[in-house]
């Protein structure tokens, strides 16, 4: 029998299985779910025995939630080893929130699967496992595996950076997967193969001892929170872009054919835009698609702005203090610090002798992360996706960080990102669901996978 | 005798019965205080009955604090008659709250009486009383009198507004005295004969639909927060001055003699700055004075600013809405209305298509007031000034509101402010406190200023 032969004989019984976890509330943000973590967490690592891995729960520090790790080398010391990770920890959830049903109590409805996690994150859990039973059943996997199951993704997320860190002989892999998230509709797969950095600080103008009188005051002494307006409204140019010198100077080109990829097929991002865009008039950086903006350009940005009186009604104040949140995404190759210094800089340039300025709770946060795409498992992933979906998949670079890419780099930089729930899975929200048909087409994507990695 | 013998005389009496107002608890904010409001109202009016007025206590809407009122028209029909405007009420005080003495157990340390109300405004109260008593006793007074003793002035003040729309006879006068607030310094008197008016408004900025990540769409999204200070940034001109178009177009210039005077002796003002304003590097509209800026010229003023995230760490939102309290500081002949038509057009115009602008909780305020140096109030007032503190006044243009007098400039607008208190005096604040030495000298201002004003 085939592996897809064997899926398409128990995909019956796999959908329970999937259920059964599911009913299972391993929500790891709530202390008072611990028990339920564990639970799901021995679940898992009797599912990882009953199909031929060798199962391990790793805690660390001691009573965080653990990881399930599941080991098989039956390909042999000269045969490539793939890493798969999948979270199995949930959000919390409660009916009372607006669900339609029981968030623990998974609800089939024509083609969908409601409850908390069914997207985020075990319909990846549940399709890896399936694979790599499919094909320990049907005569061997032609890779070793190390399925990790982490426990604490939606917390924090300590225990699986500290297993990087201090073993990283236990993590050792040729190929790492991440398999979570969503690709870009049910009919659309895609790849994110880009991830921007971050970093972030608090911008403070200090003016007058106190808030004074603006009646007394008002027209001779410059305002602290229109000097934070002057100064942040120079941080851009009137074309959008960023205005802080240097700021682009190590930023890497994309070369034309990426660029050609990022603006061909954005019909997605083009109808996400004008849905949560009002008015869905186009803003940024000049000569670049929304896709580069959010996925490859560099960005500077106000997260929160504050000063004076904002309560109900009105104090005339002259605000002795204002302040701003101010993040920027990163790309290849922008270095944190370099960024950090370059921004501070430009605004203790721009701040004017009237008042002064701080920058406050500085977070380096990490560089970009760009995955080649010639690279093995992009390439495997890719092949994987159509055959699975019948249709070529969309590369997509991503505004925001998947923070396990940036551990799971330090184990092998040929990783691919394999996700099989879709943006409208209700992941973090009510009525979470994922689509049936998605979580078998995940299951063949995820064989195909590690057939085609194997070569 | 004369009046300032009798004065001389009496003091010690006098200093006395103000300490006896000063324990009465007159809190106006509070209604637990409300049966002290009025103890304090019928001991005034027993006082005035004592000296010879004839006291009414006028409450309008019944059940607010009562207006005390003394009538005298002694001095007949052809003389004038002068309305001395001072209020009773006073702010909470706890020596919890870091006072020094109990504030309302009138404590006498040097030459200062500490407790709440002795500098705002019960030293007003008492000089007026005195005086009207000091020339009744005497040979009688050149005017006719009428005290009016506010009893809500620190709770909206709604009575006074009623008494002059709805019985403008009762209030009728050729002459209004408004007897509160301070002068510049114990040693230099001074006369505020100028009062700015003010608008003021919410700007709020529209973005998307609700608060995005700035992961996902920062770069491609026009952030609210950005575009609010970007157009805060363009109300101002870079030299200080407000960049609204016509906005200064009605403002009354101020002619040569004026602006010398208020260029000269501003000791005052720059030892204040130097205290508040730090850096103490000034700002404001180029070619004038801090005196000129903050009491004749206009003003655009940021009183509160905020937008997204401002709580502790960091959210990576990419807000959905900012906003910005407005006020505009007025002076003559600046139109309120016009000035809103002026600055919300202004804004419409800056507002970017990426963004919607909507200006809301519009308030028309109130026009500017400018008394002229030359009226007869003013006139006696610095004659009075002169003859009790041995020194000329200071003329000032006050940059705040005095809301009374726009009630009183309906009666007449031959009219003064007449302060007894100094600035340092704790008004509003723990410590309160009067000076003996300036009860004295406030109540020989206002005999002389009694007698100047019938000549
Ligand atoms: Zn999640
Ligand atoms: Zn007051």
Chains 1, 2 share one sequence.
């Not at 859990?125 to 399936?130: F, I, P, Q």
Request: hydrophobic share 40%; aromatic share 8%; with cysteine.
């Amino acid at each position: 029998m085939t592996p897809i032969d064997y899926i398409n004989d128990n995909f019956d019984r796999i959908k329970e299985d999937y259920k059964e976890l599911l009913a299972i509330p391993s929500i790891s943000t709530d202390p008072a779910y611990a028990h339920d973590v564990l639970r799901a967490a021995n679940w898992l690592a009797a599912k990882m025995r009953e199909i031929g891995l060798m199962p391990e729960l790793i805690a660390m520090p001691e009573g965080r939630h653990p990881v399930v790790m599941g080991t098989w080398d039956g390909a042999g010391p000269d045969a490539k080893t793939v890493l798969i990770y999948c979270h199995y920890d949930v959000q919390p959830a409660s009916i009372e929130d607006g669900w339609h049903t029981e968030p623990f109590t998974p609800t089939e409805v024509g083609d969908r699967i409601y409850a908390r996690g069914a997207t985020d994150s075990k319909i990846h859990v549940m399709a890896n496992l399936s694979a790599v039973e499919a094909l320990l059943a049907n005569g061997g996997c032609p890779v070793n595996i190390k399925l990790v199951f982490e426990g604490e993704e939606e917390s924090g997320g300590e225990t699986i950076s500290a297993l990087v860190d201090q073993h990283p002989e236990r993590m050792r892999a040729d190929i790492c997967v991440i398999s979570d998230g969503s690709i870009l509709a049910p009919e659309q797969p895609s790849i994110i193969y880009g991830l921007r950095g971050i970093v972030t600080m608090e911008l403070h103008i200090d003016g007058p001892q106190a808030d004074l009188h603006s009646g007394h005051w008002g027209g001779a002494v410059h305002n602290p929170a229109q000097a934070l307006a002057e100064i942040i409204a120079k941080l851009h140019n009137d074309d959008g872009s960023v205005a802080v010198p240097g700021f682009y100077d190590d930023v890497r080109a994309l070369d034309d054919s990426e660029r050609e990829a990022m603006r061909a097929n954005t019909d997605w991002l083009a109808e996400e835009y004008g849905t949560l865009v009002n008015p869905p008039t186009e803003w940024g950086e000049p000569g670049y698609s929304i896709h580069e903006r959010t996925g490859a350009r560099p960005t500077l940005e106000i997260n929160g702005i504050s000063g004076g009186y904002t309560g109900a009604g009105f104090k005339t104040v002259l605000p002795s203090h204002a302040m701003a949140k101010i993040s920027c995404r990163l790309v290849p190759d922008q270095d944190p610090e370099d960024i950090i210094r370059k921004v501070s800089g430009y605004i203790a340039q721009l701040t004017p002798p009237t008042v002064r300025s701080r920058i406050t709770d500085l977070d380096y946060g990490r560089p970009a992360l760009l995955l080649a795409r010639e690279g093995s498992a992009i390439q495997a992933a890719a092949a994987a996706y159509e055959t699975a979906w019948g249709k070529p998949v969309i590369f997509e670079r991503a505004g925001g960080s998947v923070p396990i890419a940036y551990d799971l780099e330090k184990i092998s930089q040929d990783m691919a990102l394999l996700s099989f729930s879709y943006k409208g899975g209700g992941a973090h929200s009510i009525n979470e669901h994922a689509l049936v048909p998605m979580l078998y087409k995940g299951i063949i994507t995820a064989i195909t996978f590690l057939q085609a990695i194997a070569e």
